[in-house]
């Protein structure tokens, strides 16, 4: 049984890792889930207290990953048009032009959203595009180091 609860979190660290950059995929959540399979198996590396501060790091990883981009979006100008701008563009640029797409298509989704928005003002939307570009790029790197951290404490945990 552990075998298969290991495999099963390796799985879910992976996916979780993943789930970083894919925006469709609650990385930090599934992160986490392969820290709680692992605790399941007879070894039992992690005290109490270790999962209760991970488990409120990936709260707040999750609730900050919202609020970044809207941040990043407002301070620079923009609107909701450009958040969703962000994340259309993200989406379609990680199947049309990987990996690059993952970048560029954020920044580029955004000015889209801003310019169907207020088609009259290009200067502002090319500052919202950036606020959303930044906020998005912050959340992931924020997410990605969470899940990194966790990642490294289930391999040493594990092995």
């Known amino acids: 049984m552990d075998t298969f609860l290991i495999v099963l979190a ?3 660290l992976i996916v979780g890792i993943a789930g970083c950059i894919l925006p469709f995929l609650p ?7 392969s820290l709680l399979l692992l605790q399941f198996t ?12 991970w488990a409120v790091v990936t709260l707040a990883v999750v609730l900050a990953d919202y609020y970044i981009p ?3 979006t407002k301070k620079f100008g923009g609107t909701k048009a450009g958040v ?4 259309i563009g ?9 990996p690059f797409g993952i970048i560029i298509g954020p920044f580029i989704g955004a000015l889209v959203g801003e310019l169907i ?7 502002k939307a090319f500052r919202s595009a950036f606020g959303s570009f930044i906020g998005f790029i912050a ?4 997410k990605l180091g969470v899940s990194i951290v966790m990642g490294f404490y289930f391999i040493r945990a594990a092995w």
């Open 117 to 123: 928005k207020n088609s009259n003002d290009t200067n």
């Open 27 to 33: 990385g930090p959540p599934l992160a986490y889930g």
């Open 10 to 12: 390796v799985i879910l």
């Open 90 to 98: 993200l989406v379609i640029g990680i199947f049309f032009f990987p």
């Open 70 to 72: 809207i941040w990043g």
């Open 42 to 53: 007879s070894k039992k590396p992690f005290s109490e207290e270790f999962l209760v501060i």
């Open 84 to 87: 969703w701008g962000a994340t």
């Open 139 to 142: 959340g992931t790197v924020m």
